[in-house]
């Protein structure tokens, strides 16, 4: 048999111990995520319109990188194409709502499906490469749909390279405040939502097969453990929710273009997931902060040479917590 060629990816310390939690501990933790949700819910009433944008995409790239941090974090294979899934759930969404004239929240459903659909299909045939070559293929993703969307066969739906623009969600009769801050709501439950799938996930049946897979590949597979179907499986998960985080996007800026999936965002999303914390719970909120908020800060700093102060801050991270931000805390948390 074949021995696995999955990359060596560093999971944080954290990892393994939050899905060995005693069901007591996890029981007495929720009382305080319901706080913090609640919390996170009011917040936008103290802030401005502009604030409350900023917010929204830090939860939207917090989805995205969940996605990622699944399937590298926990499963151990690279990806460097997740900017494509992100581009496919957004288009869709786009397609759904502009020309055939479906609800929001329909569109978000569609994203998710296709998504899961064009993953699970992607990685199929594509188990057959290991390790960097795994992370070539989705590279090749990344390359690929932009242009394809640029594609004149496809313009009528796509825009084009024009691009194409979208009307913003609207809040119900019913609610008080703003639509910002509803569009932040929304976000905010998504990513709950997403949050509580990935973490019975991982502590059920099919993360045990995903950290067996990861650590002992030959003795998983002699066990009974379906490699392809479940890497298969968790690769669509992760694709569906990067779409889910696409699609969002969409909403958020009411405008894309092919341009705006180029592979840099690909290369973001995996900084974002390494910066936070591979293979934790709370690595990809840290993870998202630093892509959305760290460029701007850099252009701050010295607008000559932004991205000069953005990869010298990017080494201090790595160096100074090697396992994610996510990692460091739950160390220096440990520590008597």
Not at 144 to 158: G, Y
Not at 241 to 267: E, H, K, M, W, Y
């Amino acid at each position: 048999m074949k021995p696995s060629m999955s990359l060596p990816i560093s999971v944080a310390a954290d990892a393994a111990p939050a899905r060995l939690a005693h069901p007591v501990q996890r029981k007495a933790a929720r009382p305080l995520w319901l706080l913090l949700v609640t919390v996170a819910a009011l917040v936008p009433l103290a802030l401005t319109g502009y604030q409350t944008f900023q917010l929204a995409q830090v939860l939207i790239f917090f989805l995205a990188i969940l996605g990622l941090n699944l399937l590298t974090g926990y499963c151990g294979q690279l990806s460097l194409g997740h900017g494509a899934f992100f581009a496919l759930g957004a288009y869709t969404a786009v397609v759904l709502l502009n020309a055939l004239g479906l609800p929001w929240w329909s569109a978000l459903l569609f994203a998710m499906a296709v998504s899961f659909v064009v993953g699970f299909l992607f990685a199929w045939p594509a188990l057959r490469l290991e390790g960097p070559y795994l992370a070539l293929g989705t590279f090749s993703l990344a390359i690929a749909v932009p242009q394809l969307l640029k594609h004149d066969s496809l313009s009528e739906w796509t825009g084009g390279v024009q691009g194409v623009n979208l009307p913003q969600i609207a809040a119900p009769p019913w609610w008080p405040s703003n639509a910002d801050h509803w569009f932040y709501l929304v976000c905010l439950l998504c990513a709950t939502a997403a949050l509580l799938l990935m973490n019975n996930l991982v502590r059920g049946r099919c993360g045990r097969a995903i950290a067996a897979l990861r650590e002992h590949p030959i003795a998983a597979t002699t066990m009974g453990v379906n490699r392809a179907r479940t890497t298969a499986i968790v690769f669509g998960i992760s694709a569906m929710t990067t779409g889910l985080a696409g699609a969002l996007n969409a909403f958020a800026t009411q405008f894309i273009s092919p341009d705006s999936f180029n592979v840099f965002l690909s290369i973001s999303l995996l900084v974002g997931a390494i910066v936070g914390g591979l293979g934790t719970r709370t690595g990809p909120l840290f993870g998202a902060v630093f892509i959305q908020f760290m460029p701007r800060v850099a252009e701050e700093v010295s607008k000559a040479a932004p991205w000069a102060i953005y990869g010298v801050v990017l080494m201090m991270v790595i160096y100074l917590a090697p396992g994610g931000v996510a990692g460091r805390l739950g160390r220096w948390g440990r520590k008597p």
